[in-house]
């Protein structure tokens, strides 16, 4: 399936992204239906304003590369929800990180998170909730969503009105449709709001 995504929105690269080879930042998201996927690959179309394609990817929980993962600044967690839960497949996820947890790996990393849902509020909070507790868990700084929605209109931005993570929803639809413009225009600000974050914060050398 092709979920490729084209940016609508086009962000100036931050002054400083020449000087960040150091950084990377994963995108790890379980989709069954590629909804979530396509979100997840939004968010790294972001990302990638301000990093190489090397620095910014996509993970799908069923097929892990750890070692990225550990080495990254950023770890960005997304589920589909089901019964106002995180699937079942990224609650996997989540738990087969119970030996980074006890040894303290990922301590100090920055995290974010986004929930997709086929409800317009579909309990995604409940989701976001979820995965900042788990940050929180693994000692992670949670990195929110700072964008004022432009209106309630599917083009708009932040259409839902999310902070504490990035909402979006898809309709009964192929994910080359759903979600909507506004939906994915967010997921692309997010994405690169996420790497300017990193980036700006990146620890002296
Ligand atoms: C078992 C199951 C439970 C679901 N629970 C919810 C729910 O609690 N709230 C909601 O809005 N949508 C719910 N949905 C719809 C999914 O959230 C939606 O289809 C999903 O986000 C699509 O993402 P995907 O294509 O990445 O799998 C559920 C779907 C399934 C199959």
Known sequence: MNTSVTPSIVLPPDENSLSVSNISMAVIY????????????????GARQQLSEAQAKAVDVNDVDWE?????????????VYMGSVTAGFKTFMDATSKRWYHGKWQGKWAAGFANSGGLSGDKLAVLQQICLYSMQ???????????????EPHDLNRL????????????????ETPGAGDIDTAIWFGDHLAKTIIKHQPAS
């Not at 990225?68 to 589909?80: C, P």
């Open 138 to 152: 693994h000692g992670m700084n949670w990195i929110g969503l700072p964008l004022r929605p432009t209106g309630h």
């Open 161 to 176: 009105s999310s902070n504490l993570g990035l909402m979006t929803q898809s309709l009964d639809g192929p994910p080359e």
């Open 30 to 45: 379980h989709s069954n239906y590629g909804h979530t996927q396509r979100v997840a690959e939004a968010i790294v179309t």
């Open 68 to 80: 990225f993962l550990d080495q990254a600044d950023l770890l960005v967690f997304g589920s589909a």
